[in-house]
């Protein structure tokens, strides 16, 4: 996967390989693709491996480096020059870098890696990482791309060129290890994950109130009334004058009887107390979500072995 991203405020882009055959063919591709000479630089030890320490000598270096701009020589023109510079010693370098670094009286590097990458507008700290990358025997490719800078690096990766921010993704250990593998590249997998988020929404509403209802009640009440009662029997036989007969004689008795009155009066009955608690549920939610996976594909005899996280896919022995 392609580690390296555009960025609008740069337009250097910058590679490093294992090795000069690799970074010659990231400069042909380069330039089949329309970038000239003048923009592509590479940078690299000399064949007789020496290395001389004169001390770091980057900051009269930034001062030449601000000097690249111009585009010095074509690379045609320029050939392969061949110099030592501070820290690194031997190199063997073309285009506009090798004309910044080397100067044209002896061959002898008049500033510091560190400080003409500065002067291409690299961050002081990359610098320095790519110049520790050239001394320990890697080739430095480098494109001064405008606003081609994602297309640059996109060739330069293509032919196994790393960079700052990929040495900083995968480690650096892994990249400056003595068994390092050629060409090697990284490919990140990702995958899509389910984040269940809460909010609170109004789903109802309950309302209380009173209403006034008729309804018909009766209630049994005992009640006490007087009645007359008039009993009848045989007298005694005995005789009575006239003077006994008195017509219009009569007797009263009043008679009463209870009578109910029915009286209402209001009573509390009930007492409502109305309020809110929270209540705990769960709820299934789901979604689909997408990863991704590495297939490997075989053609020919070719083992493969898997290590990491990944279950080990090594070919199994064919007894041959």
Same mark, same amino acid.
């Given at each position: 996967m392609n580690q390296g991203k555009a960025n609008a405020s740069r337009s250097t882009a910058v590679g490093v390989f294992h090795n000069h055959e690799a970074a010659l063919k990231a400069v042909n591709d380069l330039k089949s693709a329309g970038f000239k000479d003048s923009q592509i630089s590479l940078v690299g030890k000399n064949a007789d491996g020496e290395v001389k320490t004169e001390g770091n000598k980057a900051a009269t270096g930034a001062v030449a480096g601000a000097a690249i701009g111009g585009g010095a020589a074509a690379l045609a023109s320029l050939g392969i020059s061949f110099g030592v510079i501070p820290v690194i010693g031997p190199i063997?370098? *073309?285009?506009p870098l090798a004309a910044a670094l080397i100067s044209a009286a002896g061959g002898a590097a008049a500033a510091g890696l560190v400080g003409g990458l500065i002067g291409l507008g690299l961050p002081e700290d990359e610098a320095q990482y790519y110049e520790g990358e050239v001394q320990a025997g890697r080739y430095l490719v480098t494109v001064n791309a405008a606003d081609r800078y994602a297309e640059a690096w996109t060739i330069l990766h293509r032919h196994g060129a790393y960079n700052h921010e990929v040495a900083q993704g995968a480690g650096t250990a892994s990249r400056t290890a003595a068994g390092a593998t050629s060409g090697e590249r990284t490919m990140k997998l990702h995958e899509e994950q389910l984040h269940a988020t809460k909010q609170p929404v109004e789903t109802g509403g309950v309302r209380v109130r009173k209403e006034v209802v008729t309804e018909h009640k009766t209630l049994d009440v005992p009640v006490t009334r007087e009645e007359v009662v008039i009993e009848r029997r045989p007298a005694s036989g005995h005789s009575a004058s006239t003077s006994d007969i008195r017509p219009g004689e009569e007797v009263r008795i009043p008679v009463r009887e209870e009578q109910v009155r029915v009286q209402k009066n209001v009573v509390e009955k009930e007492e409502v107390t109305i309020g809110k608690?929270? *209540?705990?549920?769960t709820e299934h939610v789901g979604g689909t979500v997408r990863k991704e996976e590495i297939k490997v594909e075989q053609q020919g005899d070719v083992d493969v072995r898997t290590k990491g996280?990944?279950?080990?896919?090594?070919?199994k022995d064919k007894g041959h």
């Amino acid at each position: 996967m392609n580690q390296g991203k555009a960025n609008a405020s740069r337009s250097t882009a910058v590679g490093v390989f294992h090795n000069h055959e690799a970074a010659l063919k990231a400069v042909n591709d380069l330039k089949s693709a329309g970038f000239k000479d003048s923009q592509i630089s590479l940078v690299g030890k000399n064949a007789d491996g020496e290395v001389k320490t004169e001390g770091n000598k980057a900051a009269t270096g930034a001062v030449a480096g601000a000097a690249i701009g111009g585009g010095a020589a074509a690379l045609a023109s320029l050939g392969i020059s061949f110099g030592v510079i501070p820290v690194i010693g031997p190199i063997l370098a *073309v285009g506009p870098l090798a004309a910044a670094l080397i100067s044209a009286a002896g061959g002898a590097a008049a500033a510091g890696l560190v400080g003409g990458l500065i002067g291409l507008g690299l961050p002081e700290d990359e610098a320095q990482y790519y110049e520790g990358e050239v001394q320990a025997g890697r080739y430095l490719v480098t494109v001064n791309a405008a606003d081609r800078y994602a297309e640059a690096w996109t060739i330069l990766h293509r032919h196994g060129a790393y960079n700052h921010e990929v040495a900083q993704g995968a480690g650096t250990a892994s990249r400056t290890a003595a068994g390092a593998t050629s060409g090697e590249r990284t490919m990140k997998l990702h995958e899509e994950q389910l984040h269940a988020t809460k909010q609170p929404v109004e789903t109802g509403g309950v309302r209380v109130r009173k209403e006034v209802v008729t309804e018909h009640k009766t209630l049994d009440v005992p009640v006490t009334r007087e009645e007359v009662v008039i009993e009848r029997r045989p007298a005694s036989g005995h005789s009575a004058s006239t003077s006994d007969i008195r017509p219009g004689e009569e007797v009263r008795i009043p008679v009463r009887e209870e009578q109910v009155r029915v009286q209402k009066n209001v009573v509390e009955k009930e007492e409502v107390t109305i309020g809110k608690r929270q *209540v705990q549920d769960t709820e299934h939610v789901g979604g689909t979500v997408r990863k991704e996976e590495i297939k490997v594909e075989q053609q020919g005899d070719v083992d493969v072995r898997t290590k990491g996280t990944a279950k080990d896919t090594s070919r199994k022995d064919k007894g041959h």
